[in-house]
């Protein structure tokens, strides 16, 4: 832009002669050329004439240094502003650059790029500044989990990627802002992770409402957040990593063609840079891409079928954008042919429209002469789609449908004989069509599975079979199903391996009772047919789950879906609230399975999708169990007092054991307890059938184990395992707390004591003093010194045990075997013993732990191999539930495990596990060597 003054070379003919004389009159003191140009407008737009009266004095200084007045409602301000400034000063701000842009547009004194241009970079600094004041708050309380005095990033380490027009730089008169709010999960510890994204799901929400709410002062930006992965069901804001995941597993061809034009508009725009630099393998192939043209083809009739715009006769009421010989038109061609063969020449990665046109007829891929008419087309179609916005500030891309608009548009557009604008823009808008329609033409990819849309071609016994199965008994489910089925098989087609997908489907499929309501579901909600997709591609023993469990994906749709886990008492509350509404104590116990069935299912698909690792999802599946104990423990204690009375004593605790105690659980653990009780000073209930103390909590922990286990209308929550309890399947399920003490002591063997080491009480699962005395207990015995010899010589018998017991029976089963997790988890337990102190539960911290303390082991290569073999069970519990062979997986549960542990290949992974179990065994030999004989 020049810093002189505009120089018009164009003026709208003002359409409302009388406003036309009103501006000329309030711009008197201005030049000619000014005057004519304020009076067209004035004239032509009465949004703009009401903003001329508005800022009259603003527009005269500004129309002085356009450069300097643009330049100062494109930057922020120094100080981040409260929510009700920053709302105030956006709203003022967009008033005058849509009237500075807006006159410069009109009288032809800035290009279609300085006018689209400066638009865009008044969005990106109201972004910037709206999510500034709404996160102000949230950081001056410290409510950033972190948060130190060191400087933070900006906006905290949130960066906002700018999609579609405004990515581009290409942004309308009257857009919406489409965007992509992330998050550097780095920045954080994986404890501090959900916390932090609820901060960042706060601000977005609230400056997104900031920017779109209609106020007196109007509005700033309608904003649109459904372009971020899995809109439908992930929150507004995620993180960084959560977001590469998504795309590298499951990405579309409509969202790499979305990536285009991404851009990081606010926030941390280099975290935002190195984002989209490693999404350019998802983006850009490598191959050359035709499968894109068919994708690009479906998806523009897919909008036209969706909208009615078909018809490519008549003018009135004509979509600019998205109807034939439209703004989509051209951008479709442009974009496929970028998809094509971006992976292949840097040069066609152009974000915006017209250079990549121009790139494109350089590298020879378009004809010159396409290009040229395509890119002065383009420019036309979008200064008449400003003008249509203009008019009164309206988003809409529709010609007009009456005489007197089309004269207002066709004045507007300088041009005086409304019949001729019209006769040129149907040639225009067809010429359009006759350069981009023949590059879409159908047919020209491979054929995805054959269904019922595929003339001709007889269904495969697999596929016709599905008629058969009982989710399509009614003629109503199989009506709604054969809908369907087109859609769901080309989704299967595109899986990885689309033979074992289509399988695994199959599965989920013979599994359903019914189909009706599922299938109905399936049809009013695209996101989860996209789901069951993606988990039958990747995760078999899940859709088999999902088809005893089919109502789960209700959860989706509740809105909370990809919400951040909730806190644990938060959690516990929520469950124990929904149990004291149900009318009895069967409600009760199917209440608390489908409420588990929707939270498993939750982590599942969290992990599946790469949204959480698998640290993190072992964590939420303990912190569920935990909820579920605590909730429904006392529910169990209130329904057997009913009968028995009061628990007699101090009361009763639950003692987690094994991979609960430790914190950290797998798809298909079970749940390793102990019941502890109290009962001094109390020997019998006082209920009507009173009952003896022993007696009573042995009967209370059946019934626990009853709640827990028993399969009910809604199924089974857990497998529970009480064979850690003192004195084993020979002890009494419960035990007393003098008994477990006495036992600790005098009687236990060293494993007992090893398991010890994991134990914790889960709390609200009984009374308070209870587990706090059992905690006492714990911590005393576990403090006392033992020779270390001792410990040593007991772990390498116990590894003897183990071994002679299972073995290992592929390269997958992680758990058994020299330096697998049993064996690294009990030399981590052993090492708790020989450090005194009660110390960390989980293995890894116990094996932190050892290595501050001095224990006999060398601990990086116990680590390393306890990580890598974690997420390798995580990965298979989720997919199969048993582990394969390496060579037996499928290609969608292969590449789970591949993401998930960071390998490129299972040969690469199988020889990492082999190295990591020889090194890990290998520490634990060196450290009991001269013991193992003892």
Not at 269 to 284: K, M, N
Request: proline residues 6%; hydrophobic residues 40%.
């Amino acid at each position: 832009m020049s810093t002189d003054r505009l120089t018009f070379t164009r003026a709208p003919i003002p359409f409302d002669p009388k406003a036309g004389e009103e501006a000329e009159r309030t711009f008197a003191d201005l030049d000619p050329q000014a005057r004519e140009v304020l009076s067209g407008a004035a004239g032509c737009s009465p949004h703009l004439r009401g903003l001329m009266g508005s800022e009259a004095d603003w527009l005269r200084t500004a129309l002085e240094a356009p450069e300097a007045a643009r330049d100062a409602l494109v930057t922020s301000p120094a100080d981040v502003m409260s929510p009700k400034e920053a709302s105030d000063v956006l709203r003022r701000d967009k008033r005058r650059i849509s009237l500075l842009t807006g006159i410069a547009d009109l009288g032809g004194a800035w290009s279609l790029e300085e006018v689209t241009g400066a638009l865009t970079a008044f969005a990106d600094r109201s972004v910037q500044d709206a999510l500034a004041a709404t996160l102000a708050g949230d950081l001056a309380r410290g409510k950033l989990p972190g948060q130190g005095e060191e400087e933070l990033p900006t906006l905290a380490g949130m960066v906002v990627i700018a999609m579609g027009k405004m990515g581009a730089a290409e942004l309308n008169y009257s857009s919406d802002i489409d965007l992509v709010c992330l998050f550097d999960q780095s920045l954080f510890e994986p404890k501090d992770y959900a916390a932090a994204r609820a901060v960042y799901v706060k601000a977005v929400r609230n400056g997104m409402a900031l920017l779109s709410d209609r106020t007196r002062g109007g509005y700033v930006w309608r904003t649109d957040l459904r372009l971020r992965p899995d809109a439908s069901v992930t929150p507004v804001c995620l993180s960084i990593e959560a977001a590469e995941r998504y795309y590298e597993s499951v990405g579309r061809t409509w969202e790499r063609a979305a990536h285009i034009k991404a851009r990081p508009c606010a926030g941390a725009i280099e975290a935002g840079e190195t984002y989209l630099s490693h999404l350019r393998p998802f983006v850009w192939r490598r191959h050359l891409d035709f499968a894109a043209i068919r994708d690009a083809h479906d998806m523009r009739v897919a909008i036209r079928d969706h909208r009615g715009l078909h018809d490519a006769e008549g003018l009135d009421g004509r979509d600019l954008k998205l109807g034939p010989g439209g703004i989509r038109e051209i951008e479709f061609f442009t974009q496929t042919r970028q998809l094509i063969a971006g992976g292949r020449d840097s040069t066609l990665r152009s974000r915006k429209t017209l250079p990549a046109l121009a790139a494109l007829a350089s590298a020879g891929w378009i004809e010159d002469k396409d290009a040229a008419d395509l890119t002065d087309h383009y420019r036309r179609l979008r200064e008449l789609e400003h003008r249509v916005q203009m008019v009164e500030d309206t988003r809409t891309h529709c010609l007009p449908t009456s005489a007197p608009d089309w004269d207002r548009i066709a004045r507007m557009c300088g041009e005086g004989d409304t019949s001729r604008f019209r006769g040129g823009l149907t040639a225009l808008l067809a010429d359009v069509a006759t350069r981009t329609d023949p590059f879409f033409a159908p047919g020209l990819t491979g054929d995805a599975l054959p269904g019922p849309a595929d003339a001709g071609q007889e269904e495969p016994e697999l596929i016709a079979r599905w008629r058969t199965y009982p989710a399509m008994r009614s003629s109503r489910a199989t009506e709604i199903f054969e809908r369907l089925k087109p859609d769901l098989l080309g989704r299967l087609g595109r899986a990885a391996d689309p033979g074992e997908a289509l399988r695994a489907f199959d599965g989920f499929l013979r599994g359903l009772p019914a189909g009706v309501q599922i299938f109905s579901l399936f049809e009013a909600n695209p996101q989860l047919r996209e789901l069951i997709v993606d988990i039958a591609a990747t995760a078999p023993a899940l859709a088999e789950y999902l088809s005893r469990n089919s109502a789960v994906f209700d959860a989706v749709l509740g809105g909370t879906f990809f919400e951040p886990w909730p806190e644990q008492d938060s959690l516990r509350r929520d469950l124990s609230d929904l149990l004291a509404a149900s009318s009895d104590h069967e409600d009760r116990l199917n209440a608390a399975r489908r409420w588990m069935k929707e939270r498993h299912f939750r982590i599942g698909v969290h992990h599946l999708r790469g949204l959480i690792d698998a640290e993190e999802a072992g964590r939420l599946y303990a912190s569920l169990a935990d909820a579920i104990l605590g909730a429904l423990f006392p529910v169990v204690v209130d329904e057997f007092a009913q009968r028995h009375g009061s628990p007699p004593g101090r009361g009763v605790t639950v003692l987690a054991m094994g991979a609960l105690g430790a914190g950290w659980l797998t798809a298909r653990s079970d749940l390793d307890l102990i019941v502890i009780y109290d009962a001094d000073g109390g020997e019998m209930s006082d209920g009507r059938r009173p009952l003896p103390a022993r007696t009573y909590y042995a009967r209370l922990t059946q019934a626990l184990i009853t709640s827990l286990t028993a399969p009910t209308t809604e199924g089974r929550l857990y497998e529970a395992d009480m064979r850690l309890r003192p004195s084993g399947r020979q002890g009494p399920v419960a035990t007393s707390l003098q008994a477990f003490e006495t036992y600790q002591q005098s009687e236990a063997w060293t494993w007992e004591h090893l398991a010890l080491t994991r134990a914790r009480p889960v709390a609200s699962a009984g009374e308070a003093g209870v587990a706090e005395g059992v905690a006492a207990v714990r911590d005393r015995l576990l403090g006392e010194p033992r020779p270390k010899a001792d410990v040593l010589a007991e772990l390498a018998k116990l590894r003897v045990r183990i071994g002679e017991a299972k073995s290992q029976r592929s390269a997958l089963d992680v758990k058994p075997g020299p330096g697998g997790l049993q064996d690294i988890e009990l030399a981590a337990q052993a090492a708790a013993l020989i450090c005194p102190g009660a110390g960390p539960r989980d293995a890894e911290g116990q094996l932190t732990s050892a290595e501050a303390c001095g224990a006999p082991f060398e601990i990086p290569p116990l680590r390393d191999a306890l990580r890598l073999q974690r997420r390798v069970q995580s990965a298979i519990r989720l997919v199969s539930g048993e582990p394969p062979e390496p060579g037996t997986l499928a290609a969608g549960p292969a590449e789970l495990l591949l993401r998930g542990t960071g390998h490129k290949s299972l040969d690469a992974l199988e020889a990492a596990l082999a190295d990591a179990r020889t090194r890990a065994a290998a520490a634990i030999d060196a450290a009991l060597e001269g013991y193992d004989d003892a």
